[in-house]
C-alpha cells in the first residue's frame, strides 16, 4: 500500500478519539520510522486543524522526526540531573565528533543524533539511549567508543 494509504488507515483506526493527535504521530512513526512531510497534510485535514498546527506539535515532542533515521540513533540526555554532571560539555563532545547538530544524520547514513528529557536513569548520569539500550555513566571516553561502534 502507499504511504498514504496506509496513513489514511492509521487516521480511521483513530476516529472520533479525543486527543487523537500525538497517538497518530507516533503510529505512524512507529510504521515508517519517521513522520514523512507528505502525511502531515493528511493529517491535518483529517483533524480539521492547519498543517501548521500539526507540524507546531510535532517540533515541540522531540520524539518526532521528518527524516528518516540513520543505522543507529545516539540519544544524549539532556534533562536537568544529567546537566548538572556534565551532559552539556558531552553534548558537545559528541556533536563534534560526529560533525552533527541535534536531529542531523551522518552522510554515510551511519548516525543520527537526537537529544532526549530524562531517561529515568537520572541517578547514573549523564545517561544516553544508544539504538534503544541505556547506557549510564558517560565520559568522553565511553561516548568515543560508543561513535566509534556506530557504523
Ligand atoms: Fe538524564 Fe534523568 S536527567 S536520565
Same mark, same amino acid.
Given at each position: 500500500?502507499?504511504?498514504?494509504?496506509? &496513513?489514511?488507515?492509521?487516521? %480511521?483506526?483513530?476516529?472520533?478519539?479525543? *486527543? #487523537? @493527535? @500525538?497517538?497518530?504521530?507516533? =503510529?505512524?512513526? =512507529?510504521?515508517?520510522?519517521? &513522520?514523512?512531510?507528505?502525511?502531515?497534510?493528511?493529517?491535518?485535514?483529517?483533524? $480539521?486543524?492547519?498543517?501548521?498546527?500539526? #507540524? !507546531?506539535?510535532?517540533?515541540?515532542?522531540?520524539?518526532?522526526?521528518?527524516?528518516?533515521?540513520?543505522?543507529? &540513533?545516539?540519544? +544524549?540526555?539532556?534533562?536537568?540531573?544529567?546537566?548538572? $554532571? *556534565? =551532559?552539556?560539555? +558531552?553534548?558537545?563532545? =559528541?556533536? *563534534?565528533?560526529? *560533525? /552533527? %547538530?541535534?536531529?542531523?544524520?551522518?552522510?554515510? !547514513? #551511519?548516525?543520527? @543524533?537526537?537529544?532526549?528529557?530524562? /531517561?529515568?536513569?537520572?541517578?547514573? !548520569?549523564?545517561? #544516553?539511549?544508544? %539504538?534503544?539500550?541505556? &547506557?549510564?555513566? +558517560?565520559?568522553?571516553?565511553?561516548? %568515543?567508543?560508543?561513535?566509534? !561502534?556506530?557504523?
Amino acid at each position: 500500500a502507499s504511504m498514504i494509504a496506509r &496513513v489514511e488507515e492509521i487516521l %480511521d483506526a483513530h476516529k472520533g478519539m479525543e *486527543g #487523537a @493527535l @500525538l497517538p497518530i504521530l507516533h =503510529a505512524v512513526q =512507529a510504521e515508517f520510522g519517521h &513522520v514523512p512531510e507528505a502525511a502531515l497534510p493528511v493529517i491535518a485535514e483529517a483533524l $480539521v486543524i492547519t498543517k501548521a498546527e500539526a #507540524a !507546531g506539535v510535532m517540533s515541540f515532542y522531540h520524539d518526532f522526526r521528518e527524516k528518516p533515521a540513520g543505522r543507529h &540513533v545516539l540519544k +544524549l540526555c539532556r534533562a536537568e540531573s544529567c546537566k548538572s $554532571v *556534565g =551532559a552539556d560539555a +558531552l553534548a558537545d563532545h =559528541a556533536r *563534534g565528533k560526529l *560533525g /552533527l %547538530d541535534w536531529h542531523e544524520t551522518s552522510k554515510d !547514513g #551511519a548516525v543520527t @543524533l537526537e537529544p532526549i528529557f530524562c /531517561l529515568g536513569l537520572c541517578a547514573c !548520569g549523564p545517561a #544516553a539511549l544508544v %539504538d534503544g539500550k541505556l &547506557v549510564g555513566r +558517560l565520559d568522553a571516553a565511553k561516548l %568515543d567508543a560508543i561513535i566509534g !561502534g556506530l557504523k
